[in-house]
């Protein structure tokens, strides 16, 4: 029971990590507080995990909006009194393309999202994160030191780089405040997009999915990608108290696709 006690907010809940993520933190002793857009994707998540309520508490939240980052980071402490972690699922990664063919008001509004977006929820727990200490983990992407070649996501690249690089900064602004900041760098995560990737990739070429999951493995040294229970399980370590010295640090869950 890593967080026992400890209420933990988590943005982006939806069908996929954000989910896992809050289920997680109920299942190992604490108490969620959901965060999305989509309300209903927060009805279903918070039923699924905890249906009488008691270890859950959610709110529509855009994160682009600093007044309903305020929000959320007001209701957790209302309703359980403290803020011990926040962790950031919260991204656009629906934009496609390289330089060439860029969009530079979408790139604007990727990186309003992935990192302003992230920066904006952070600021906003840091009172309540402040009176106890506490941790901020960021969901990065292995894209951001080493592109794919599969897909070309230039814009959510560069934004998710960039929040690697600002949490550096953040892990030493906070430190003397006992506050930990890391991030987490999935590679190709088991779990609904990339689920939906494989299928749609496969009905299109018209082979088996089987094929474009092989390739997607095929550089990396265990036989299966991680899953989006793999990266919640790493999130909840480096929330709890067992990972009271690391911060600053970026880690790769990426079953050995990459290595450094």
């Avoid at 400890?6 to 809050?22: D, F």
């Avoid at 959320?72 to 209302?78: C, I, P, R, W």
């Avoid at 390289?98 to 999202?113: E, H, M, N, R």
């Avoid at 995560?189 to 095929?218: F, H, I, K, N």
């Amino acid at each position: 029971m890593l967080l026992t006690g400890k209420t933990v907010i988590v943005s982006g809940v939806g069908p996929g990590l954000g989910h896992r993520v809050a289920e997680t933190v109920v299942r190992d002793g604490g108490y969620a507080v959901l965060g999305a857009r989509t309300e209903a994707n927060l009805v279903k998540s918070a039923a699924g995990i905890d249906p009488d309520g008691g270890r859950t508490a959610f709110l529509p939240t855009d994160i682009t909006d600093e007044a309903q980052c305020e929000a959320l980071a007001a209701l957790a402490v209302e309703r359980f009194g403290r803020i011990d972690a926040v962790v950031h699922v919260a991204a656009r990664d629906s934009y496609f393309g390289g330089l060439q063919d860029a969009d530079f008001a979408t790139w604007q509004s990727v990186i309003d999202v992935n990192l302003l977006g992230t920066l904006r929820m952070t600021r906003a727990c840091l009172s309540a994160l402040k009176e106890r200490g506490g941790s901020v983990v960021v969901i990065g992407t292995q894209s951001a030191v080493a592109a794919p070649s599969q897909v070309r996501q230039a814009a959510y690249a560069a934004s998710k780089g960039a929040l690697t690089s600002a949490m550096y900064s953040l892990a030493r602004e906070l430190g003397p405040d006992r506050i930990r900041v890391n991030t987490v760098l999935p590679g190709w995560m088991w779990g609904p997009p990339v689920q939906a990737y494989v299928r749609l990739t496969a009905d299109s070429e018209g082979v088996p999915e089987s094929e474009v999951l092989a390739r997607l493995t095929e550089r990396m040294a265990l036989p299966e990608p991680a899953t989006d229970g793999d990266v919640a399980e790493t999130f909840a370590f480096l929330a709890s108290d067992r990972a009271r010295a690391i911060t600053g640090q970026s880690l790769l869950v990426n079953a050995g696709e990459l290595m450094r």
